[in-house]
């Protein structure tokens, strides 16, 4: 499935809607780009929602890595919400549910951020 994505922003965080299959095609570079422009305004804080992700593939990972490498270096965090259960089994067994702090809907990251 082709992936598509959205974003949007408010006082707490910018936000960005994957829909489709991560999987690091031209999409990939364009993802990293709203990171780098993210900090560009000043951003500390870059949420995921994975909540329309059916799959993800090792460059969709590196993507993911490179996005928080990205805003760790200037003291950011990026967060990701809505995982589904294959995603969410994914991300534990390459144990990046230790690197990401996930939570299971958007909602409960406003709630505790």
Known sequence: MKLTYSTQKDEKANYLYIQGDLIGDEVGPKLVELVSD??????????????????????????????????????????LTSPSEHVKKLLIITKLNNIFTVYDSLEDFKVKN
């Open 38 to 79: 993210a900090i560009q305004d000043g951003a500390k804080t870059f949420v995921i929602d994975l909540s329309e992700v059916r799959y993800i593939s090792s460059s969709g990972i590196g993507l993911l890595i490179t996005m928080l490498t990205k805003m760790r270096n200037v003291g950011g965090e990026v967060y």
